[in-house]
T-cell receptor
């Protein structure tokens, strides 16, 4: 139980499918993040939301579309993905985006396989 | 560019001590984090260093030298459950977290 829950835990989708990943945090935080984790590579920050406003989009292809309806929920909408997008997608939250030692708390991730 | 280096994999024996090193080159420094990630699970926070020196927390300790751009995570009295990946991350001058690729630690009986 990490305080950040993600669904689904596993997803297999075709390149023409549309699917969504969901994240919910129960920690009262005001910043939420999407990360991509590929084998033997550093975590890649995809999107950041502060108080529901998107503050960063790290050159992520438009086939990934985030949505943050409130400070507790975050979605990642997936459309026409490529096989190289197969990875573990981690949602995270923290109290504020930037300063000091504000710890980021992660969900257990959604394993995505694109076939 | 910004870079975090840590060994890809290490092996140690149950009951022993292991030190996982992390070196960084970043634009500014606002703290260094260590996370533990068991296979198939979420990364979980272990430690945070912003000043030079050693921070001890039970069997785990983390050391920082800002002048050398260097940190290590020290694990004592290793247990089988310590088998995991250990991620080093640095907050740069823009408070962005820069991540290393992680060190996979294998504990043998």
């Amino acid at each position: 139980e990490t305080g950040v829950t993600q669904t689904p835990r596993h997803l297999v989708m075709g390149m023409t499918n549309k699917k969504s990943l969901k994240c919910e945090q129960h920690l009262g935080h005001n910043a939420m993040y999407w990360y991509k984790q590929s084998a033997k590579k550093p975590l890649e920050l995809m999107f950041v939301y502060n108080f529901k406003e998107q503050t960063e989009n790290n050159s992520v292809p438009s086939r990934f579309s985030p949505e943050c309806p409130n400070s507790s929920h975050l979605f990642l909408h997936l459309h026409t993905l490529q096989p190289e997008d197969s990875a573990l997608y981690l949602c995270a939250s923290s109290q504020i985006k930037g300063a000091g030692g504000n710890t980021i708390y992660f969900g257990e991730g959604s394993w995505l396989t694109v076939v | 560019g910004q870079n975090i280096d840590q060994p890809t994999e290490m092996t140690a024996t149950e009951g022993a001590i292991v030190q996982i090193n992390c070196t960084y080159q970043t634009s500014g420094f606002n703290g260094l984090f260590w996370y533990q990630q068991h296979a198939g699970e979420a990364p979980t926070f272990l430690s945070y260093n912003v000043l030079d020196g050693l921070e001890e927390k039970g069997r785990f300790s983390s050391f920082l030298s800002r002048s050398k751009g260097y940190s290590y995570l020290l694990l004592k009295e290793l247990q089988m459950k310590d088998s995991a990946s250990y991620l080093c991350a640095v907050k740069d001058s823009n408070y962005q977290l820069i991540w290393g690729a992680g060190t996979k630690l294998i504990i043998k009986p």
